[in-house]
């Protein structure tokens, strides 16, 4: 008896260590499941998704350096021919950069507030040149952050429950991840206003705004997804053709006018001049009911925000992305050591009373010196791309 049991002691033992291991391969696929990002290979196609469902896809630092070199390593890769970008929850595809995590950082002096808008700039600008057809489905909220990681490939998918918008003057920032590149380049001055007042396009207006490339039924994406990914060896313009016959088939909202399509006369001549001071000048001669609305929001945005942004803008509109980034990112530690990204951060996520104290709380008080110092170049600290 006791020479059985002995005899089974080294089989017992095999068991459980493979009890250990089975375990631990549970724990790790538990593990990617539960991480904030996921990067597969599937096909051809190289497929990041942002999994913070929770906090509505929201970007983080970890979650910037692991799709970073995983994009840099695919752009390398022979056998990789697309990539594809999604966010999981059917609510957003990402609806910004962790704001509360920099702003805690920023109050006791931390240097993730270098280190989220370095890392940050720098993928964007990997998006900018990836080599690899880049394909963002940008299905829900998109909205800062989450503009910054689709904006700059190749194709951007929207579907009826895209919501695009860059709020950040609302909170003592600017609409950075580039958009001093890109909102400049849409059409007439809708991208001027889009920055100033953090209007927020929906659905099919994303398309028309000229934001995304295709628009797509939000219950097709899966397909179009499987379609992507069984290409074989594609090039730009096959991946193209499929985008194309999946937005031919897609009839939502077809007949609708673009929603700015009868302010955009009035856009145009207000958002085009030269201050901020003028434009609400301009806004308050034009009086109308359009002019008083976008007069209220303005009023509500940081004074310090409006100028910089303004001035970001006319500036980005002659600038390469990489000039741009470059700016931004001076533009970012200003606003980390000034008051009102923080106050405004208070204002509206986290005590969300909704009224924010600016200083300084008219736009006359914020300086042509004041704004030029935002600007200067910052030596051995500027962004390296």
């Not at 895209?162 to 001055?189: H, N, Q, W």
């Not at 499987?226 to 594609?234: E, G, R, T, V």
């Not at 008080?365 to 030596?379: A, I, Q, R, T, Y």
Request: hydrophobic share 40%.
């Amino acid at each position: 008896m006791a020479g059985r049991v002995l005899r089974a002691l080294p089989r017992l033992k095999t068991v459980n260590r493979l009890q250990v291991i089975l375990q631990h391969l549970k724990m790790s696929n538990q593990t990617d499941s539960t991480a904030e990002v996921l990067l597969e290979k599937r096909g051809g196609a190289g497929i990041i998704t942002l999994n913070r469902p929770k906090a509505l896809n929201a970007l983080n630092l970890p979650m910037i350096q692991q799709i970073y070199p995983q994009l840099k390593m695919w752009e390398q890769d022979p056998e990789t021919f697309l990539i594809i970008i999604k966010g999981t929850g059917g609510k957003a595809f990402c609806a910004g950069g962790d704001i509360r995590a920099i702003t805690e950082a920023g109050k006791v002096g931390d240097k993730l507030v270098q280190e989220f808008f370095k890392e940050e700039y720098r993928l964007n600008n990997a998006i900018g040149t990836c080599k690899k057809p880049y394909v963002a489905l940008i299905d829900g909220i998109t909205m800062g952050g989450g503009v910054g990681l689709s904006i700059h490939g190749h194709f951007r998918v929207a579907t009826e429950k895209t919501l695009f918008a860059m709020p950040e003057t609302a909170i003592g920032l600017f609409p950075d991840v580039g958009g001093g590149y890109f909102l400049p380049r849409l059409s007439g001055r809708v991208g001027y206003y889009l920055g100033l007042t953090g209007y927020r396009l929906k659905g099919r207006d994303v398309l028309k705004a000229g934001i995304a490339t295709h628009f797509v039924e939000s219950e097709k994406l899966p397909a179009l997804e499987k379609d992507l990914i069984a290409l074989k060896s594609p090039s730009k313009e096959n991946i193209a053709d499929l985008l194309n016959s999946y937005h031919k088939k897609c009839t939502v909202d077809q007949e609708k006018k673009f929603v700015l399509d009868e302010h955009m006369e009035k856009i145009n001549s207000l958002f085009s001049a030269n201050s901020m001071e003028e434009i609400v000048k301009k806004l308050k001669q034009d009086g109308s009911p359009f002019a008083i609305k976008q007069l209220e929001t303005i009023n509500k945005m940081s004074p310090t925000s409006l100028k910089l942004t303004l001035r970001q803008l006319r500036e980005g509109a002659s600038m390469s992305l990489q000039e741009v980034l470059r700016m931004e990112y001076r533009l970012s530690q200003a606003c980390m050591k000034g008051q009102d990204f923080y106050e405004g951060v208070r204002a509206v996520l986290i005590d969300k009373d909704q009224s924010p104290k600016w200083k300084p709380p008219a736009l006359e008080e914020v300086s042509d010196e004041f704004v030029d110092n935002c600007f200067k170049p910052l030596g051995n600290d500027d962004l390296k791309l």
